[in-house]
C-alpha cells in the first residue's frame, strides 16, 4: 500500500506557477516515488547512472532535446552543466511544471539553482515519514519507544526489514558514499566515531571545540563536516531565538537529528524496548517533535519558522514558533505522566513575553489531552495537530 504524502498537494500547485520544480531531501526519503506519483506522464530520467551522465555532460543540448514535454530528472546536481542550458530551453518554451529536479545533497542543487535558476523554481523539502501520514495509512507504530527507535525512512515501511540492518546499510551505502564525494575522508572510522558523538549530542547546544577534542580532529574539520551532514539531511541546527526580554541570551545553535531511527541505531540502541530505559530517550523525544514540526512546515514548502530560547542562567523554552506578530512557545517531555513542573519554563517565559505570545504547548509521552492554564497538553500521537498549522 502506498502511504499518501503531504507534500503532494503543495508539489501540484507550484508546478502550475513555476517552470522548475526542485524536490530536495535525504536519500531514501521517498523523493524518486512522489516526483513519479506526482507527474506520471513525464519521463524519469537517474544522473546517479554514469552512462546518461556522461551524455548530459557532452552533450546537454542533444540530452535536453530527447525531452521535449520536460523530464523527472533525478540527483539533478550530479550535473551542474545542464542548468544554464535548463534555463535557456523553460525561458523559450514558457510552460510550467516542466521540469522535475531532485537532488539528496543542498550543496549542488541549491547552487545550480541560485546561479542558473533563480526565480524559475518551486522547492519543496522532503523528509522521511511524518507521523500523520503514517497515521493516515495505519501504519504508526503503536508506542512512542517504537517509532524512536524505528525512525520513518519510507523503505522500513514499505519493506519487512529489520531497522539495525538497514540503517547500517544506509550509513555505508549512503552516506559515506556522499561523503566521499563531498570531501576528502582519509579516515573513515574517524567521520563514523564523529557521526556517532553528533548521534550522542542531539538536543543539545552544539559545541564544536568538544567535538573535536573527543574525536581527535580540527575544530575546522569538525565545523567542515557538520556543513556536510546538514547539507545531506542528516542533521540540522536550530537557531536561538533574538527576543531578549532583557536577559541575556545563548547564542548557540542546537544540534539534531533529522531522523530519531537513525540516531538511535548511531547510539547503539538494539531496540524498543532499551529506549525505555536509556539515557538519551529524552533527546531522542525532543528531536522526533522537531523533526514533526519541520515536517509540518517543509511540505507546504514553507521555511522553518523554529527557534529555542534560552537565557545565560539557564532558563529554557525548548521551541518557539515565531510566527511574525505572536511567539508560540512549545515545551517537549518524553514522561508519561504530567508533572507541575513541566510548565516551570513556560511560566516563566509566559510572564516576560506578555502579549507577543500566543498560544502555548506542552507536548508529552503520553495519551491524554488537557487544557491547562499555563498551556494544551497535547500527547505524542496528536503532534501533527500542531505540526500541520504552525
Given at each position: 500500500m502506498m502511504i499518501a504524502r503531504k507534500a503532494l498537494t503543495t508539489i501540484l500547485e507550484l508546478a502550475k506557477g513555476y517552470p522548475f520544480i526542485a524536490l530536495t531531501g535525504p536519500r531514501q526519503a521517498g523523493k524518486t516515488t512522489l516526483s513519479?506519483?506526482?507527474?506520471?506522464?513525464?519521463?524519469?530520467v537517474s544522473l546517479e547512472d554514469p552512462d546518461t551522465r556522461e551524455f548530459a555532460a557532452s552533450d546537454p543540448r542533444r540530452f535536453l532535446a530527447r525531452y521535449p514535454d520536460g523530464a523527472i530528472l533525478d540527483e539533478a546536481q550530479r550535473s551542474p552543466e545542464l542548468f544554464s542550458y535548463l534555463q535557456t530551453r523553460a525561458d523559450i518554451d514558457g510552460r510550467m511544471g516542466?521540469?522535475?529536479?531532485?537532488?539528496?545533497q543542498q550543496f549542488g542543487l541549491l547552487s545550480g539553482i541560485t546561479q542558473s535558476l533563480s526565480g524559475r523554481v518551486g522547492m519543496v523539502q522532503l523528509l522521511p515519514f511524518s507521523s500523520g501520514e503514517l497515521q493516515e495509512a495505519g501504519k504508526l507504530p503503536e508506542t512512542l519507544d517504537a517509532i524512536l527507535y524505528k525512525g520513518s525512512y519510507p523503505p522500513l515501511y514499505d519493506r519487512k526489514l529489520i531497522p539495525a540492518q538497514w540503517y547500517a546499510g544506509y550509513?555505508?551505502?549512503?552516506l559515506e558514499r556522499d561523503m566521499r564525494q563531498l570531501t576528502n575522508i582519509r579516515d573513515l572510522a574517524v567521520f563514523q566515531r564523529f557521526i556517532r558523538l553528533c548521534a550522542g549530542r542531539t538536543g543539545q547546544l552544539l559545541n564544536l571545540s568538544s567535538l573535536a577534542n573527543d574525536c581527535g580532529?580540527?575544530?575546522?574539520?569538525?565545523?567542515?563536516w557538520i556543513s556536510i551532514l546538514e547539507a545531506s539531511y542528516i542533521l540540522f541546527l536550530l537557531p536561538p531565538h533574538h527576543r531578549n526580554f532583557n536577559k541575556r541570551l545563548v547564542k548557540t545553535p542546537k544540534l539534531y537529528f533529522y531522523d530519531t531511527g537513525l540516531a538511535a541505531w548511531l547510539?547503539?540502541?538494539?531496540?524498543?524496548?532499551?529506549?525505555?530505559?536509556?539515557?538519551?530517550?529524552?533527546?531522542?523525544?525532543?528531536?522526533w517533535v522537531m523533526g514533526e514540526l519541520l515536517k509540518g512546515r517543509y511540505n507546504r514548502s514553507l521555511p522553518s519558522n523554529l527557534?529555542?530560547?534560552?537565557?545565560?542562567?539557564?532558563n529554557e523554552v525548548d521551541i518557539i514558533v515565531d510566527q511574525g506578530l505572536k511567539l508560540i512557545p512549545i515545551e517537549i517531555k518524553s514522561g508519561q505522566t504530567i508533572n507541575a513542573d513541566y510548565f516551570s519554563g513556560l511560566r516563566k517565559w509566559l510572564s516576560w513575553a506578555g502579549d507577543e505570545a500566543g498560544n502555548s504547548y506542552l507536548i508529552y509521552g503520553g495519551e491524554e489531552s488537557q487544557e491547562r492554564r499555563d498551556g494544551k497538553v497535547v500527547p505524542w500521537r496528536n503532534v501533527k495537530g500542531i505540526a500541520e498549522v504552525l
Open positions: 513519479r506519483m506526482a507527474f506520471p506522464d513525464k519521463p524519469y516542466l521540469y522535475i529536479l531532485t537532488g539528496s550509513v555505508t551505502t549512503y580532529i580540527t575544530h575546522n574539520t569538525a565545523r567542515a547510539l547503539g540502541v538494539q531496540s524498543a524496548d532499551q529506549l525505555a530505559i536509556h539515557p538519551q530517550r529524552g533527546a531522542l523525544f525532543e528531536t527557534f529555542f530560547w534560552r537565557d545565560n542562567t539557564g
